[in-house]
């Protein structure tokens, strides 16, 4: 018989006060039992069938407060996320919400070590410990996200699943689900049947960055059907996880363009030739500013949410990002439309299309977050080359935003054009609710925060997982600047810039995931661990300033956590480098050289 403990000093996020340990051990047996308080059933049933399972442990019903009884309870005196862990002839896990417990569950299963991430008990005779102490932790945070893009390379349903899992594990608690773009659509809209016949599939694949010669000749493809997506909203609230669903619009929408030709400018192009988009990069066709197209996507939406109820999804992503003006410039409909609108440019004619979604959600209950494009329309400084997310990541991309202070803000009359009929907008001329996430660097956030509207920080040069993790030659299709553990752990989302008023509008902070260069699970969890343990830190922990943290012992305690990783199944990159099987050699990346610029 063996008795296996773990220290409250390896836990990952760092919890916010410990006192203890001490000597005796509260051991988790075949004794132990399970008392959960009125709104904490959904709790005890995850420890139950997660802990319970991996441990062989059936933690039956108890007595609250009892010995040798794990308790859960309430206490609204303390912060929504906020627990304590109290570990003496018993435990017990105290949270402000139900959402506070399960954090404090998630700690309880580090402390009892890694068999207790495993789906079933390998040693049914261990006696798993736990010191007496007690521990309280709360999230710097109420925004802990990962953007995971299941377009570029579909992950099928159980992969999704598993990542909630994950997310869960790091005290995570948004998923941004990244459902539409050029390279296929992945959600069964049922009034428009051809958007997943059609646009769920290509017919083959860029191996590699788009210089690569090498192609997958394979078909490509895969949806989640609506009760798909209703179990992965279900699975994600039985843990505490909101999740943001994301339909990319004006561009990105190649496929939806190749499944519904009309959708797209058909007084430039032929858009019945176009197919779902095998490469990489931006892509020209773009949605046309029609009224087919805007009653088409409020089909979309409408359908949407009744997917994700606005419990678990209160924001709704609309991407907003890259869109390419050529064909909305030689297009006859589209200038009808801006002068029939009043606006100045193709720019105005962007922040006219987002706007009325704006309103559209608004009406309904919902929130709108964008990319930081669409606090100016999506135009680039001129002379500039649009950032391309597959090549230029990381590029030196300070916004030249046209309406932010010191740049060209819209007058009044053209901002009461742009904006939805009755509604009312900000400096930005965005709805009060509206949100940015802040991707090409801090400067789209510092903007929509001073002028009131809430940011989620997810800048491309810090916390974009895509980009490779070293320098090395051997690193797999390698992408971008190079962002090691050590640079994520320092990664700042509030910048110091900010006033205390904007401040306050950091929702928090989100990593993303994009996938041109990652075919499958194996290859994601490569890129994103153990990067995304780092990030969880990061946002949860309040940490000290940048280069006053502790990266050495964070990297301590990853010692313990690659064995929780182990336990979970996760592909991660070993910190000596890709494993043999990791590797890809041959295939084209583009690594980009040199410090990412800090803007």
Known sequence: MTLTATSPADLIPAPRAVDGPYRTPFV?????????????????RWLRTTLGSALGRELPPGVAGA???????????????????????????????????????????????????????????????????????????????????????????????????LLAAHKLNVFHFHLTDDQGWRIEIKRYPKLTDIGAWRTRTKYGHRASELWDERPHGGYYTQDDIREIVAYAAERHISVVPEIDIPGHS??????????????????????????????????????????????????????FPAA???????????????????????QARIKELGLADEDELQSWFIRHFDTWLA?????????????????????RAPVERDEEEGARAALDLRLTPGGRPLDEERRQGVRAPGGETTELGLAPGAAVSSWRGYAGGIAAAEAGHDVVMCPQQH??????????????????????????????PVPPALSPEAAAHILGTQANVWTEVMQDRSRVDYQVF????????????????PAERDFADFERRMTAHYKRLDALGVDYRPPGGPLPWQKRPGVIGRPIEGAPPNV
């Not at 153990?530 to 300033?545: G, I």
């Open 67 to 165: 010995a040798h009884t794990i308790t859960l309870r309430i206490d609204p005196s303390l912060e929504p996320e906020a627990y304590r862990l109290s570990v003496a002839s018993g435990v017990e896990i105290v949270g402000g919400t139900a959402a506070g417990v399960f954090w404090g569950a998630q700690t309880l299963r580090q402390l009892l070590g890694p068999d207790a991430y495993r789906r079933a008990c390998v040693d049914p005779e261990a006696w798993r410990g736990i010191a007496h102490q007690v521990i309280e932790d709360a999230p710097r945070f109420p925004w802990r996200g990962l953007m995971l893009d299941v377009s570029r390379h579909f992950l099928p349903k159980d992969d999704v699943l598993r990542y909630l899992d």
């Open 363 to 383: 009406d309904r209950g919902r929130r709108l977050i964008g990319w930081d494009e669409i606090l100016e329309g999506g135009s680039r400084a001129k002379g």
């Open 530 to 545: 153990p990067r995304l343990a780092a990030f969880a830190e990061v946002a949860w922990s309040a940490l000290p300033a």
């Open 312 to 334: 678990v999804s209160p924001f709704i992503h609309v991407g907003g990002d890259e869109c390419l003006k050529d064909q909305w410039k030689a297009s006859p409909a589209a």
């Open 463 to 492: 916390v974009y997982l895509d980009h490779r993790q070293h320098g090395g030659a051997q690193e797999p299709m390698p992408i971008g600047y190079v962002r090691t553990l050590e640079d994520v752990y320092r990664f700042e």
């Open 254 to 307: 190649q496929a939806a363009i190749a499944a519904y030709p009309e959708l797209g400018n058909t007084d430039v192009i032929d858009t019945t030739t176009l197919s779902v988009w095998d490469n990489w990069g931006i892509n020209p066709n773009v949605l046309a500013p029609t009224d087919n197209t805007l009653r088409f996507y409020e089909g979309v939406f409408e359908e949407l949410l009744g997917l």
């Open 28 to 44: 988790v047996g075949t004794g132990t039992a399970l008392a959960a308080a009125t709104g904490t059933e959904g709790v005890a």
